[in-house]
């Protein structure tokens, strides 16, 4: 064991204390798989990184540096808060990306590019693994698990782009923060619930953003090693949702989400459609910065 650097980052906000907290190991190097995990669990945050050198195929895609990131329980192939998080720690320590304002990450899933523009880095959205209208026994289900009515999801769909998120649209920000998940009921899935400032069904498909420029607000629930967890912003989630909600027109090409409300956290998610690309960006705030023991 040594000491390493280390940096815990507030991500999807600025203002510390208010986003997503995420565990980032500047130095990987030497560590296995099982003190990765075992490092993961023990800080009880929703995932941890742990920054390398890229592959030699991965550097030969153009990656600047790669990331492994585990949540509790598990490794994940790619993460939202976790790339823009770990992207934030490695330029504030003095990562040089090779192409000036653009960055390249290896990880799981392959090269994910990140952007640096308006105080705020932003990720371009992976492909989606699986889309389309969800079975309808499983939105019975996760309807049953929400504690709402079936017809009161107005509309649905696969989400995955790593992590397996099967969204639903309800009516209203409102009864987005209404719902009480039953861990009982959901088991194992990643549900990801949205809703618009007001109703599905106006001009253009979507509300009209508040005083604040949100236009929806997300919750997101997933089986954490203590059963049914909220995350409080989610990255994977939200690009995948701005996928759905974009593609079917029932989001405009640009707007921002806001998550965390129910665990009493403001974070604030960047979405952009530019040229076919969709970017998921949002502010970082380094609160923690030091030497870990690893």
């Keep these: 064991m040594r000491q390493r650097p280390f940096k815990q980052v507030d991500v999807f906000t600025d203002r510390p ?3 997503n907290p995420l565990a980032v190991v500047l130095d990987g190097e030497g560590l296995g798989t099982e003190e990765m995990q075992h490092f993961t669990n023990w800080t009880n945050l929703s995932e941890a990184t742990f920054l390398l050198p890229p592959t030699e195929e991965g550097r030969a895609a153009g990656a600047d540096y790669r990331v492994r990131i585990f949540c509790p329980g598990r490794e994940l192939p790619f993460a939202g808060h976790p790339t823009l998080g770990s992207c934030h720690a490695w330029l504030e320590a003095g990562g040089q ?18 952007r640096q523009g ?17 079975p309808e026994g499983d939105v019975e289900l996760i309807a049953r698990g929400l504690g709402i009515d079936r017809t009161d999801i107005v509309g649905h769909a696969w989400c995955d ?11 209203s920000a409102e009864a987005v923060l209404a719902v009480r998940p039953d861990a009982a009921v959901l088991g ?7 809703g ?7 001009v253009g498909g ?10 929806f607000e997300v919750r997101a629930f997933f089986p954490g090693s203590n059963g049914l967890a909220e995350d409080p912003v989610t990255g994977s989630l939200n690009a995948a949702l701005a996928q759905w909600l974009i593609g079917a027109h029932l989001a ?10 129910a665990l009493g956290r403001a974070g604030r998610v960047h979405v952009e459609q530019d040229a076919g690309t969709i970017w998921v960006g949002g502010g970082s705030v380094t609160c923690v910065d030091g030497q870990v023991l690893l």
């Design 17 to 19: 204390y208010l986003g």
């Design 97 to 114: 990306p090779r192409t000036p304002g653009r960055v390249v990450q290896e990880c799981g899933i392959g090269q994910v590019t990140l």
């Design 118 to 134: 308006e105080g705020r880095l932003a990720f371009a959205a992976p492909p989606l693994i699986k889309s389309g209208p969800l």
């Design 161 to 171: 782009n790593g992590p397996n998120w099967r969204g639903v649209m309800l009516s």
């Design 188 to 194: 194992t899935l990643d549900i990801g619930v949205v």
């Design 196 to 202: 618009p400032r007001g109703k599905v069904g106006v």
């Design 206 to 215: 979507h509300g009209s953003p508040g005083d604040d420029g949100v236009a």
């Design 252 to 261: 405009p090409p640009r707007y921002i989400a806001s998550q965390g409300t």
